[in-house]
């Protein structure tokens, strides 16, 4: 392991914060700088980092432009397709319906690049104040302009702790069930459940395979306890048998 900061991090010339990487990764790490000109007593490390940017997370939806389907038209369509699907047949009436929406508002699909922000990051007023609060104090470099200046951020960060309190708050009472808490509990520390159904299989035949893969098994465990064979036979016991016991003796131990 090899430490990359020999210049002193803290007003008071101590090194407190280091960039400690493996030797065979010591060229990822390159430009290391220490300003010093900041208003926090802990000074800021710059470095650049040899290695590729995460793909962002993409989300793929679905849509259609209903705005498109002439009223009339489409109810007429299903009108008449109506007359020549038998009633009970469930899956030709979605097949119908679908192919009729196809044609004037077909099914579009995107990817789209997720953006998550804190959901209480809503305090725009006060960090608006906070950033031009810091232009005035970089313009100035008056003092009385760098303590208003700090004044501001110890605000936001108030702020912003007070709301994600009152977020989270807010989530855990609305909650009306022990299912709904624990849910909302998993949400906020990022323990989300992937979704478990197969993909490949139809919706309307899912529950089908479901009843199969259960009944199978319940016929297996039939046929296999059906064909397990218990030994009733009495053995009786040829050896020679213990009728009595004498207690021991101290000497006998």
């Known amino acids: 392991m090899t430490q990359l900061i020999a210049l002193p991090t803290h007003n008071k010339n101590h090194i407190l914060h280091w960039i400690i990487t493996k030797d065979c990764d010591i060229d990822t790490i390159k430009n290391t700088q220490v ?22 997370v993409k989300r793929k ?16 369509d299903v009108k008449s397709e109506l007359q ?21 508002a077909p099914i579009t699909s995107k990817q789209l690049a997720e953006r998550r922000s804190a959901p209480w990051l809503n305090i725009r007023q006060a960090k608006r104040e906070r950033r031009g609060a810091e232009k005035r104090w970089l313009k100035s470099g008056l003092n009385i302009d760098r303590d208003i ?9 108030t702020c912003i702790k007070k709301a994600k309190e009152d977020h ?6 609305s909650s009306k069930s022990c299912k ?14 992937q ?10 035949e899912l529950p089908k395979e ?21 030994f009733n036979d009495h053995h009786i016991f040829q050896g020679s048998p213990f009728n009595s016991f004498k207690p021991v003796t101290e000497d006998f131990v």
């Open 168 to 173: 989270f708050s807010d989530r855990l009472k």
């Open 84 to 104: 020549t699907i038998d009633p009970e047949n469930i899956e030709n009436l979605n097949d119908a319906l679908s192919r009729i929406l196809n044609q004037p």
């Open 210 to 230: 479901f009843a199969a893969f259960f009944q199978d098994k319940i016929d297996n465990l039939r046929q296999n306890l059906d064909s397990y064979h218990v």
């Open 195 to 204: 979704r478990c159904v197969p993909n490949k299989i139809k919706p309307h």
């Open 61 to 76: 939806i679905t849509s259609r432009n209903l705005k498109t389907i002439n009223i009339e038209k489409f109810k007429s």
């Open 149 to 157: 200046y700090n004044a501001k951020r110890q605000n936001v960060k």
């Open 180 to 193: 709904q808490l624990f849910g909302i509990c998993d949400e906020l520390l990022g323990r989300t459940k």
């Open 35 to 56: 300003l010093k000109k900041l208003v926090s007593d802990h000074h800021l490390i710059l470095f650049e980092v040899d290695a590729e940017k995460p793909p962002k």
